[in-house]
């Protein structure tokens, strides 16, 4: 291997960044729908040669975490390297060969430079609608994977720059939004053209092997880092029980227990004794539990480490085959992020018995899913489709954000302009709620509600919601967060509380439906809270007079 100095590899490890966010710029500017023009529901990543991962986009943790999981089973099982074509593009959104739910197609080219592969670059998107039973293909009631939409295998969807038409036309006729989703699916093939491009330029202002030597050190660089802050944490074991309400189809509960045992530099997780995998479509895959884990300890450990797959080195992870956790095929996947948010808290929850004072309490850590499919007067059809969130966790530095998106899923909110001026809605609300914070002497974040009335005449809900029955724990005598609702008012006024996970529910101009997101937990003793800091709450309709009474503190002296 050729030797290279620090210093040249972290000018090339920050260039290897600047092309992957060179191509997640290139998909916001030219998307089609708003899951990805909007949500920002996509990522970027640069792979090495052999196809680790050394750069990525300040996007989506719990994809980027993932697709180097993806390209290695690529590789080994379906599509060897040596076929690898200069101008080849490889596209799956197969959860059972790599990927993680049919509505995220993750697309891959290989980059040449004076005819040797140096890289490959990746996209993620989530795509607006793959088919399946349910409109945004969420569909609660799915019993296997072949229920929840169009898988594709691993596939050459371009041989040597050459796009295989057939396979776009079988996908688009499988689908509700085909103009968004030929949309998305041309702003992955540029942006790998463009992060081509630039893995180009790289090669040849270093030349392929500093190229090569540099992002070797790259990984053995972040692997260094990362055991030396593992080595930082006190040795011992720690074990944690979270509980998920249910699949959407049985009352549930599911239960995910993870063991950590931390011994000088290295980790290990044991997830023996979570639930067997489930009839609903919550179940994980073990890219995606990995995932998660990966997420929570360099969230926990990690915020100066750069992020690749030297990370994961000294992390094992011990899953038991066909549980929640690492399912079997043809097992139902694509509500997996309400067990995939879980894992990252029990993770977390295992943490705080080690390092109590560096770990929040939970934050409401569902990704709130919601898809409305409309039909216009004219008979157009629509998919709205939304992501909500909800409040963090108190922890030892002060209270937590409210309404913020959790760094696992990491989007942005649609804005309800653009929404109403697309489909056919109007919102009525849309603010945090009062009193969903957990108490604690650090409060938590507060959820939020979000109201909107179809306008259109007939339509149909579906959600993939969660924290109906078990909220967001607190830590060190802090209180749990607040639970979530949905509700469906009727035009005349009856009013219909919603199940967490439902398909398909019929709606009419008129009606209005309700979401309200959970808070964070609390962090330490709430009576240890300061008055003018409930005061202030008061104040700041952050919580009501009865909220503020559930800290024992004299609302007269709170408000003097």
Not at 273 to 280: F, I, L
Not at 296 to 319: F, Q
Not at 366 to 389: C, K, N, Q
Request: hydrophobic residues 40%; aromatic residues 6%.
């Amino acid at each position: 291997m050729t030797a290279i100095s620090p210093v040249r590899v972290e000018i090339v490890r920050n260039a290897l960044v600047a092309a992957a966010e060179e191509m997640s710029i290139t998909i916001w500017r030219t998307s089609r729908s708003t899951v990805v023009r909007e949500i920002l529901d996509f990522s970027t990543a640069v792979f090495d040669a052999e196809g680790r991962q050394v750069a990525q986009s300040a996007r989506i943790p719990v994809h980027l975490n993932s697709m180097s999981a993806c390209l290695e089973r690529l590789i080994a099982d379906f599509i060897p390297l040596e076929r690898w074509d200069d101008g080849d593009v490889i596209v799956t959104n197969d959860p059972y060969s790599g990927g993680q739910h049919l509505p995220d197609i993750q697309t891959f080219r290989p980059v040449f430079h004076e005819g040797r592969r140096i890289a490959i670059v990746g996209t993620l998107c989530h795509h607006v609608d793959v088919g399946g039973g349910a409109p945004g293909s969420y569909y609660a009631d799915a019993r296997e994977i072949f229920q929840e939409g169009i898988r594709i295998p691993p596939l050459k969807l371009a041989e040597k720059g050459v796009l295989n038409q057939a396979i776009v036309d079988l996908v688009l006729a499988n689908v509700r939004q085909p103009d968004e989703t030929s949309g998305d699916l041309k702003a992955q093939i540029a942006a790998l053209g463009i992060g081509a491009r630039a893995m180009e330029r790289i090669a040849a202002k270093y030349g392929a092997a500093d190229l090569a030597a540099a992002t070797s050190a790259i990984l053995d660089g972040s692997e260094t880092m990362m055991r030396a802050a593992i080595a930082g944490l006190p040795d011992g074991a720690a074990d944690f029980v979270e509980w998920v309400d249910d699949d959407g189809q049985t009352e549930g509960p599911i239960r995910l227990q993870v063991r950590l045992e931390k011994q000088g530099d290295r980790i290990r997780l044991d997830f023996a004794g979570s639930s067997p995998q489930v009839q609903g479509p919550v179940n994980n895959t073990r890219a995606m539990t990995c995932s998660a884990v990966y997420y929570a300890l360099l969230a926990a450990l990690g915020k100066d480490i750069p992020a690749n797959s030297g990370c994961y080195r000294p992390i094992e992870v011990v899953l038991p085959e066909g549980s929640v956790v690492d399912a079997r095929f043809p097992a139902p996947v694509t509500g997996r992020m309400v067990v995939n948010h879980r894992i990252a808290t029990a993770v977390f929850g295992a943490l705080a018995q080690l390092v109590p004072d560096r770990i929040p309490a939970a934050y409401y850590a569902i990704s709130y899913v919601y898809a409305l499919a409309t039909v216009e007067a004219s008979g157009r059809r629509r998919v709205y489709f939304d992501i909500e969130v909800g409040g963090w966790g108190g922890h030892a530095g002060g209270d937590g954000a409210s309404a913020l998106s959790c760094g696992l899923h990491n989007n942005t909110n649609a804005p309800i302009e653009m929404v109403e001026a697309k489909y056919p809605v109007t919102f009525l609300r849309y603010g945090l709620v009062p009193d969903s914070g957990g108490p604690g002497r650090n409060r938590g974040g507060l959820g939020l509600v979000r109201e909107f009335r179809l306008d259109a005449p007939v339509g149909s809900l579906s959600t993939n919601f969660e924290r109906f029955k078990h909220p967001p724990y607190g830590i060190g005598g802090g209180r749990p967060g607040s639970l979530s609702r949905t509700t469906l008012t009727r035009a005349d006024g009856s009013v219909e509380a919603l199940r967490s996970k439902v398909s398909g529910v019929p709606v009419r101009a008129g009606d209005v439906i309700t979401i309200e997101t959970s808070g964070g937990g609390g962090w330490g003793d709430p009576a240890e809270r300061p008055a003018a800091r409930i005061a202030a709450d008061l104040a700041d309709g952050m919580v009501t007079p009865a909220g503020a009474a559930r800290y024992g503190t004299d609302l007269n002296e709170a408000a003097e």
